[in-house]
């Protein structure tokens, strides 16, 4: 599969975002420096992972997810950077994902913009709906 088509096809589609056109670029470059790292993902996941089950909210993808990347933070160490667990891919099927022309280090540049506060929508009742 072509990862530069395959970009691009993501970039065109609903499946696009700020992170796909920032770190899908680095990590298809092979830098893969998200400035981000496998120890920072396994803390992060940790804290979802507790919280769910404090709450007691069956959580079945972010378990698999968490065990991937103790997996990946074994083989390659807490301070690899995170994109980096596709190595776990690549090794087991033998091939690189990597595209051409795609820079090492991520680009922000979009102009500065304010944020916005996020107001919850007011509630209609039953009886008016």
């Known amino acids: 599969m072509d ?3 395959t970009y691009e096809a ?4 609903s499946g696009n975002s700020f992170v796909h056109e920032t770190e899908s670029q ?5 830098s893969r420096d998200i400035s981000f790292t496998m120890g920072l993902v396994l803390k992060d996941l940790g804290l979802f992972d507790t919280l769910g089950k404090n709450l007691g909210v069956p959580l079945e993808l972010s378990p698999l ?3 991937i990347f103790k ?4 083989r390659y160490g807490p301070g690899e950077w995170s994109p980096n667990i596709i ?13 051409e022309g795609f820079p090492a ?17 007011a509630r209609v009742s039953a009886s008016r709906a």
């Open 3 to 5: 990862m530069n088509t």
């Open 10 to 13: 993501i970039r065109i589609s």
């Open 26 to 30: 680095v990590i298809l470059n092979g």
């Open 65 to 67: 997810v968490l065990q």
């Open 71 to 74: 997996d990946g933070a074994r």
């Open 87 to 99: 190595k776990r891919f690549e090794e087991a099927c033998g091939v690189q994902v990597l595209g």
């Open 105 to 121: 280090q991520m680009a922000d540049d979009e102009p500065e913009a304010p944020g916005y506060e996020v107001l919850p929508r």
